[in-house]
């Protein structure tokens, strides 16, 4: 089955919980190519320039990197293949191979930009000369691509119907931007989850009870764009983790002496796989419990039947609230994910990185541990206003299971 990408506003852009890569910000835009990360930084900036939405760039990013993966390694031959893609020893270099796997990739699924990325291939080879050891790398890199493109289709996206929240007939149900989870979320297989649901959380917590009040709360006094209790620092702490660019984090770690392109390609691979499932595993959860946001709980607290809750009928969340249901927190679940992929890479979970914000690229840079980016990202979502505790814990669980169930994929291979 084919690919459909499809391009997206900058509003319905900006909603998305994933990463906005900086690329023309860090001043490599216009570098060409010349290793798994300027590949990887180059979708990166030619998904952003196309304002594609968050689904599709991780599932595009993993199966470029998956690619390389392969290719590389059919010629260091240093772990398992995850494709059955067969050793080959009279190639040229991992360079080649690499170049032509992304390229493969990236002009299959972006065919108007094919002469942009077949010129980032002849950059990236230089000079190397075009014998037949030329000839083998390209097939291999070809060879990658296509089975990384095969094992990243979609299934059913043409049978089924787009997400609708379930209203009874004649009820308001709010327009405007629609919802970020389409039928192309719920028609994804899964990288490295047995199913949709395999990490699908228990239910949230029940409306009646002192912790739904108590989180309920929390969310009220935290993240409401007025009258709320929130510091000066925490709603710096909304704005700045809304957007992380993880870029320079995984050229930080790919740029570490003594590793390998097959090492590097793996690395990426294994951090968009787990990003691309958590979003999957994320609008299975979202779509199946259809759990109300704050700002409509806050609203409609009369009748949630809890004695504990106060209803405030003009409270609004500080941030705007993005449009499909609140279980659990998304931002939550992938920064889990990431965290797990990351802290099993550098085997340190006291390592620290510096993030900044793709959302507050002006504000100073934090150097956090990977544990602070999840921690710091959970709660920001609550003095945004758009989740609350419990569906930030759920999340973090959620994104654990599916980091875990990546690394499980790649261990079995080993």
């Known amino acids: 089955m084919s690919r459909t990408f499809r391009p997206v506003t900058v509003a319905a852009a900006l909603l998305c919980f994933s990463i906005v890569a900086a690329c023309a910000a860090s001043g490599r835009a216009g570098a060409a190519p010349h290793s ?11 998904r952003v320039d196309l304002f594609q939405r968050t689904a599709e760039t991780a599932r595009t990013d993993a199966m470029v990197a998956l690619a390389m993966f392969e290719a590389a390694n059919a010629i260091e031959q240093a772990y398992p293949s995850q494709l059955g893609v067969e050793p080959i020893a009279d190639a040229a270099g991992v360079d ?53 493109m095969r094992q990243g289709q979609t299934f059913g996206v043409e049978n089924r119907t787009p997400f609708r929240t379930t209203t009874p007939p004649g009820a308001y149900i709010p327009e405007g931007t629609p919802s970020l989870i389409t039928d192309f979320d719920l028609a994804l297989k899964p990288w490295a989850l047995d199913s949709l649901d395999a990490a699908r959380p228990g239910p949230p917590a029940a409306l009646g009870s002192p912790a739904y009040a108590r989180d309920l709360d929390e969310v009220r006094r935290f993240g409401g764009k007025s009258g709320h209790e929130r510091t000066d620092g925490q709603t710096e702490t909304a704005r700045f983790w809304f957007l992380i660019d993880m870029n320079p984090i995984l050229r930080q770690i790919a740029e570490t002496p003594g590793r390998s392109a097959t090492d590097n390609a793996r690395l990426y691979a294994m951090f968009y ?59 939550c679940v992938q920064a889990s994910a990431q965290a797990v992929i990351l802290e099993a890479e550098i085997g340190d979970p006291s390592k620290t990185f510096v993030i900044q914000s793709s959302t507050l690229p002006n504000a100073d840079p934090r150097r956090v541990t990977l ?44």
């Open 36 to 46: 798994v990360s300027d590949w990887m930084e180059l979708t990166a900036k030619h």
């Open 273 to 331: 796989m787990a990003t691309d499932d958590a979003w999957t595993a994320s609008s299975d959860a979202k779509t199946h419990f259809q759990f109300w946001r704050p700002v409509t709980a806050i609203r409609s607290a009369d009748r949630d039947g809890n004695d504990r809750t106060d209803r405030d009928p003009y409270w609004e969340p500080f941030m705007p609230t993005p449009p499909h249901p609140e279980y659990p927190c998304a931002h």
């Open 96 to 148: 080649v191979a690499t170049a032509a796997a992304a390229t493969g990739v990236l002009s299959a699924l972006y065919p108007e930009s094919e002469s942009v990325f077949l010129d980032a291939f002849e950059s990236s080879v230089g000079a190397a000369p075009r014998d037949a050891a030329f000839a083998a790398a390209q097939r291999l890199g070809n060879a990658a691509a296509e089975a990384a």
């Open 371 to 414: 544990r602070d980016y999840v921690e710091q990202t959970s709660l920001s979502r609550i003095y945004a206003g758009a989740h609350y505790r419990f569906s930030n814990d759920a999340g973090e669980s959620t994104g654990r299971s599916v980091g875990e169930a990546v690394l499980q994929r790649w261990s079995a291979e080993e």
